[in-house]
């Protein structure tokens, strides 16, 4: 394991819904248009789609005007929720992050997350995780996660200093987006339970390793290879696979 992207939201902390109040206040506060978001999912979206999205169903103008006009209002609420009420981080982030940390030879660690940089910086910051990170694909490189991902893969292999082999790259995500984001670079993932998608749901998804959470995993259980080779390893973590 040479490179591992985390997402954020579900997977390292849990906001209690501040993202979307802070959605939800912009669209009646900016917009006029109180109840403007209540249509929406948010589990694993970008959030340039999001805005996309809540312009286009109230058929106001995709400018990069009101892009920014709603990007710039939802930060400042953001700001303000996450100053109130900053949530929790999940279950086994800190040990997580400090085995990873560990590693010889360590991981480049990294993010891979819809949230705009500015965003992803303001909820991490709350629960002291920001610094953790030293590279990272956000919301505002694309509005599609699989190019967030392919971004973030090419800038953690910039730092690494060599082109990482496909299974030497590990996403670690809650939602089946996430999934399809690892599968898209080719990369391994690892799903955790945290953001209130279930197992059975995220199981269907077939990520290479499931857990309830990053408490119940230690980095070092990843370096089995490359997932068709059943070293003894890899079936003892596959035997835990929340299936």
């Known amino acids: 394991m040479r490179i591992v992207l985390f997402d954020i939201d579900g997977t390292l902390i849990r906001t209690g819904g501040a993202g979307i109040k802070a959605f939800a206040r912009t669209s009646e506060s900016v917009f006029g248009l109180p109840g403007g978001t209540a249509h929406m999912s948010f589990h694993g979206r970008t959030d340039t789609s999001l805005v996309r999205e809540f312009l286009r169903h109230h058929s106001l103008p995709e400018t990069k005007e009101n892009m920014s006009r709603f990007l710039d209002s939802y930060l400042v609420l953001l700001a303000e929720m996450l100053a109130e009420h900053p949530g929790e981080r999940c279950p086994g982030v800190g040990p997580f992050l400090e085995a990873c940390r560990a590693m010889v030879p360590k991981p480049v660690i990294g993010l891979l997350t819809g949230n705009v940089r500015l965003g992803a910086e303001l909820k991490l910051r709350a629960h002291g995780l920001w610094e953790e990170f030293s590279v990272g694909g956000f919301g505002d490189d ?8 392919a971004i973030a893969r090419q800038r953690a292999e910039l730092e690494l200093g060599v082109q990482a082999l496909d299974h ?10 996430d999934v399809a984001c690892a599968r898209a670079i080719g990369a391994r993932c690892l799903a955790v339970a945290t953001g209130g ?15 309830a959470g990053l408490d119940e995993v230690h980095p070092e259980d990843l370096r089995s290879g490359d ?16 299936v």
Do not use: Y
């Open 168 to 177: 030497e790259v590990v996403v670690i995500g809650d939602t089946e987006r």
């Open 227 to 242: 997932p068709r080779d059943r070293s003894p390893l890899h079936k003892s973590v596959s035997d835990r696979f929340l």
């Open 197 to 211: 998608i279930s197992a059975g749901d995220l199981a269907r998804s077939s990520p290479d390793w499931l857990f």
């Open 142 to 149: 694309h509005e599609d996660r699989n190019q967030i991902a």
